[in-house]
C-alpha cells in the first residue's frame, strides 16, 4: 500500500496554501472533525510514522471530504488526484489501522536500543518482544513447543492464526464490519499482514546475534569463558535493575582473588567487546550532527586533530561549559594557536 505516498501527497498539498488550509478547516467543521496539524512523515526519521498514521486516521473524515469533492480529483496525474484514487481503496483505512496498532510495540522497541548507554546486556530480555510478535499471527502451541525463539517455524500457514484471531488491532476489525469492505478485500488484507509479519519477524530475528556471537570476538577461549561464568554466579557484585552496565562491568573488574589476581580475567574483557558493539545507527547519526554543529563553513580550516579532539570533548567531556574552570595555562597555548 502507498502509506508514504498518501502522506507525503497529502503534507505537501496543504504545506504552502494557506487557503486550502482554511478550506480543510471548513471540512472539519462540517465533519465534527477536531482540529490538528497534519505531521509530515520524514523518512530519515521513519519513528515519524506512526504519528503521521495516527494523525491521518484522527482527520479522515474532513481529508476524505475534501479531497472527493476537489476540482482536480479528476485530473489525471495530479497530486489531488492520486490521493483521491488511494482514499477510495477500501484497503488503505485497514492498513492505516493495522499500522497504528502495531507500530507503538515496534517504535517502543527501536526507542530502547537508539539509547546512547550500552545495551548489548539486555538483549536477552528483549528477546521477548520477538516471542510477543509472533504470538500475533503463530499460534502459542507452535511457539512454546520450539527449543528457542529462532526456531519457531512461523512461515507454515499451519501454524499461523486463522483470520478471526490474527492481531490486527479492534479499530481495523471495527472497520471490516462495514459494507465497504468486500470478501477478497478481507482477504487481501489478511494476506498482507501475514507477509507483514513474516518480513518483519524474519528482519528481527537476523539483528540478534546467534548463539555463538560471544566466541567471536576474539576474547580468550570457550572453556574459559564458562569456567568464569559459572564462578560469576557466586561471587559477582550484586546488580541493581537499571544500573548501567558499564560501571558494574568496571566493578566486576576489581574483583580479586586471595593471590590479589583478577578473578574475571576473560570474562570481564569480554564483556567489555559486547558493550562497544553498535546496537543501532543512532550514535553515528548523532556523531554526525555534532560534526555538523563543529565543522560549520566558518570552521572549514580545522584540521583532523582538532575536530577529533573537539568531538571527544563533547563525548567524554560530562561537566556543563559554563560551569569548567580553565586553567591559565590553557589558556596561554589556546592564544598560541589563534596567533
Avoid at 496539524?37 to 479522515?60: F, G, I
Avoid at 556543563?320 to 594557536?337: G, L, N
Wanted: with cysteine; aromatic share 10%.
Amino acid at each position: 500500500m502507498p502509506i508514504k505516498e498518501v502522506l507525503q501527497d497529502t503534507y505537501t498539498h496543504f504545506q504552502h496554501s494557506s487557503k486550502r488550509q482554511q478550506i480543510l478547516q471548513e471540512f472539519r467543521e462540517f465533519t465534527d472533525t477536531a482540529t490538528y496539524k497534519l505531521v509530515q512523515h520524514c523518512s530519515t526519521r521513519w519513528l515519524s510514522l506512526q504519528t503521521c498514521v495516527n494523525r491521518y486516521l484522527q482527520q479522515w473524515p474532513a481529508l476524505e471530504a475534501y479531497f472527493t469533492i476537489h476540482n482536480e480529483s479528476e485530473r489525471r496525474g495530479s497530486c489531488v488526484a492520486r490521493v483521491v484514487e488511494n482514499l477510495q481503496d477500501p484497503l488503505l483505512p485497514l492498513t492505516f489501522h493495522f499500522l497504528s496498532y502495531i507500530l507503538k510495540p515496534l517504535n517502543g522497541f527501536n526507542t530502547d536500543f537508539q539509547n546512547g548507554d550500552a545495551m548489548a546486556g539486555h538483549l536477552h530480555e528483549e528477546m521477548r518482544v520477538i516471542r510477543t510478535v509472533m504470538s500475533k499471527f503463530v499460534k502459542m502451541h507452535v511457539i512454546k513447543s520450539a527449543a528457542d525463539v529462532t526456531k519457531v517455524d512461523y512461515a507454515t500457514r499451519h501454524n499461523q492464526h486463522d483470520d478471526d484471531n490474527i492481531g490486527v488491532g479492534q479499530d481495523a476489525r471495527n472497520y471490516m464490519k462495514s459494507d465497504d469492505v468486500t470478501s477478497q478485500t478481507k482477504a487481501n488484507f489478511f494476506s498482507k499482514v501475514r507477509a507483514f509479519y513474516m518480513e518483519m519477524t524474519e528482519k528481527m530475528l537476523s539483528k540478534f546475534p546467534s548463539a555463538t556471537w560471544p566466541f567471536a570476538l576474539g576474547v580468550g577461549t570457550v572453556d574459559a569463558i564458562q569456567d568464569e561464568f559459572l564462578i560469576a554466579h557466586s561471587s559477582r557484585p550484586a546488580y541493581k535493575n537499571g544500573l548501567p552496565l558499564d560501571p558494574y562491568w568496571a566493578a566486576m573488574l576489581k574483583v580479586v582473588t586471595s593471590l590479589q589476581k583478577v578473578r574475571f580475567s576473560t570474562l570481564v574483557p569480554l564483556a567489555f567487546a559486547a558493550l562497544s558493539l553498535p546496537h543501532s545507527n543512532a550514535d553515528p547519526e548523532r556523531c554526525f550532527s555534532s560534526l555538523k554543529k563543529i565543522q560549520r563553513d566558518d570552521r572549514g580550516n580545522l584540521n583532523k586533530n582538532a575536530i577529533n579532539a573537539l568531538l571527544s570533548l563533547k563525548y567524554n567531556f560530562k561537566t556543563p561549559c559554563f560551569k569548567t574552570d580553565i586553567m591559565s595555562d590553557t589558556c596561554a597555548e589556546a592564544r598560541k594557536v589563534c596567533n
